[in-house]
């Protein structure tokens, strides 16, 4: 099994930046994609990026040409970085890890983007 564990997020002014990190524990050698979800009230669960076999990404794309995705293989660490931030993208962002057996979802960070 993989835990997960979101950190990095707060508040910032529109036009800012985060950095987001995921740390993974547990079976982490069976993960085989890392990625980022987030969630506003109201609103479904909405993919964010993806890095799959550390060969790919992919994005939404509200966040192509802001958001970054990068993995740090030896720590067990996603990242997202964040720039430019917008009101929009406000919302709670999990990460998930996916393996054979199935996906994990970590607790989730509040990003906040407001004036």
């Known amino acids: 099994q993989v835990q997960l564990v979101e950190s990095g997020g707060g508040l910032v002014h529109p036009g800012g930046s985060l950095r987001l990190s995921c740390a993974a524990s547990g079976t982490t050698f069976a993960i085989t994609a890392m990625g980022w979800y987030r969630q506003s009230p109201g609103n479904q669960r909405e993919f964010v990026a993806a890095?799959?076999?550390?060969?790919?990404?992919n994005y939404t794309d509200s966040v192509k040409g802001r958001f970054t995705i990068s993995r740090d293989n030896a720590r067990n660490t996603v990242y997202l970085q964040m720039n430019s931030l917008k009101p929009e993208d406000t919302a709670v962002y999990y990460c998930?890890?996916?393996?054979?057996?199935?996906?994990?979802w970590g607790q989730g960070t509040q990003v906040t983007v407001s004036s």
């Open positions: 998930t890890a996916d393996t054979v057996a199935g996906d994990y």
């Open positions: 890095l799959t076999g550390g060969i790919s990404t």
